[in-house]
């Protein structure tokens, strides 16, 4: 048997414990600097949160001071400015209005009785001049009478550029040849193709009447296919025209008729048998006259 040692024992016992001991106070140890770095981690988040947080206050306590210096600056400028305009009270002076006694005058450039072209209206011709006053004003002014209209109008002599003068032969002889073309019709709605038609007779101009004319005109046998409207506008633009014809033709008026029914192709059937019956006529009379 071999002889056990109590002290061999107790040292051995000793050692142990102080290993694990040491192994404890490691762990603890360990332990210890791990929770201190979590620590310094979550306070320095902490303290990066609190940062961010003040720069962003700092940011919008910067743009709320921009808008309101902008907002006075603002207020300040409109100040300055209408402040400008304003004038003291020391040097304040009334504006003084000139009354206008005189309206401005041009050469007259039509003559009592010559016929001129009123766009609105057709045809009229001048029978005097006249000085008026109206509110104040001393106006020289035409007397245009419309014998169809059986009507008189005014047209200052500083606005006598609204007026034109009858066109010449030449200018008949192509608004005929306007007249006997092919008609030339858009696709688009009629209340469009309207307005651009009443659009052509209000400008005055003979060779839009002369299309106007031109392109509304529908035959004897025809006329229940056109429109109330259409037939109102055919009929305006065609008595324009005839009177201009007429005036410029020095012609009698069935005379200026016959000759645009002709270019519009128009009444043939009883042109015809209006000579007809004349020529019957005028045997007949020879034969009672032998």
């Known amino acids: 048997m071999k002889k056990i040692s109590l002290i061999n024992t107790l040292k051995k016992t000793f050692k142990n414990k102080k290993a694990a001991n040491k192994k404890k106070t490691i762990k603890q140890k360990k332990t210890k600097t791990v929770s201190k770095v979590k620590k310094t981690k979550l306070v320095s988040k902490i303290k990066k949160t609190k ?13 709320i001071v ?5 907002k006075k600056e ?3 400028t409109s100040e300055n400015s209408s402040n400008l305009l304003r004038i003291p009270k020391s040097n304040e002076q009334k504006p003084e209005i000139k009354k206008v006694k005189k309206q401005d005058t041009e050469k007259k450039e039509y003559k009592i009785k010559d016929y001129v072209v009123y766009p609105k209206h057709g045809v009229g011709q001048i029978t005097e001049f006249k000085k008026m006053n109206i509110g104040g004003i001393d106006i020289e002014t035409y007397i245009l009478k419309f014998e169809k209209d059986k009507a008189n ?18 200018q008949v002889n192509k608004c005929i040849s306007i007249l006997k073309s092919k008609p030339k019709i858009k696709r688009s709605m009629w209340s469009r193709r309207a307005q651009e038609y009443e659009a052509k007779i209000s ?3 003979i060779y839009e009447l002369a299309e106007v004319v031109r392109d509304l005109n529908k035959g004897d046998d025809l006329m229940v296919d056109q429109s109330y409207s259409e037939r ?3 009929e305006k633009a065609y008595d324009r025209i005839l009177t201009e014809f007429q005036i410029v033709l020095n012609i009698n008026l069935e005379d200026t008729q016959k000759k645009l029914d002709k270019a519009l192709k128009r009444n043939l059937e009883k042109q015809v048998q209006k000579i007809e019956n004349k020529s019957i006529e005028e045997e007949v009379s020879e034969e009672v006259a032998k």
Do not use: C, D, W, Y
């Not at 940062?51 to 743009?63: F, S, W, Y």
């Not at 921009?66 to 902008?70: A, G, H, V, Y």
């Open 51 to 63: 940062v961010v947080a003040k720069e962003k206050k700092t940011k919008v306590q910067k743009k």
């Open 66 to 70: 921009k808008t309101i210096s902008e």
């Open 74 to 76: 603002k207020k300040n």
């Open 153 to 170: 109008g005014m047209v200052p002599v500083n606005k006598q550029s609204h007026l034109r003068p009858l066109a010449t032969i030449n």
């Open 203 to 205: 400008s005055g101009k």
């Open 232 to 234: 109102q506008l055919f």
